[in-house]
Structure formats: C-alpha cells, structure tokens
C-alpha cells in the first residue's frame, strides 16, 4: 500500500478495494456502504474516524478486514450463488 511517496506497512491480508455508495452518521456512528466488485458491504465505524477520513459517496478506498468471528449462512432449500 502506498501513501504518497512513503510506503504505508500493514499485517492485514483481507484488502478489498471498493467504492462508498452512501454514509450515514448518527451521533457517535456512522454506517459506510461500500460496492466491492458485484458485492455490497455495510461497515460501521466511528462518526469522527468517517469526518477525519472524508468519507463521502463515489471515493475509492480499500476496506481491510480483520475479523475474529466468520458466521456461515445456510438455506435448507440450497443456496444460489
């Protein structure tokens, strides 16, 4: 990842790039959507990290996800994807 000329380090693997579709800020959260390739990804965040990163519809960013937990989804009739 690069930050202007200096280049930014960072562990997580889980780097998908995509675009913001909307941002919402309540009082102390914000909820960000993001389009990732054909998928849609809502994150929820801080209000003041989404006003310090400018968060706002059409910029391009990469969500980075480090997560503890995955939950599997099933559907007795079979899934489609």
């Known amino acids: 990842m ?3 000329k200096n280049e930014v380090k960072i562990s997580t ?6 675009r913001i579709t909307e941002v919402v ?8 959507g993001l389009q990732v390739g054909e998928n849609h990804m809502v994150c929820l965040i801080t209000r003041e990290s989404a006003e310090e990163l400018g968060l706002e519809a059409d910029k391009e960013v990469i969500a980075l996800i ?16």
């Open 2 to 4: 690069r930050k202007g």
């Open 13 to 18: 693997r889980n780097r998908l790039p995509g």
């Open 25 to 32: 800020k309540g009082e102390a959260a914000a909820t960000v």
């Open 66 to 81: 480090k997560a503890t937990d995955i939950m599997i989804l099933t559907d007795d009739e079979g899934l489609t994807i």
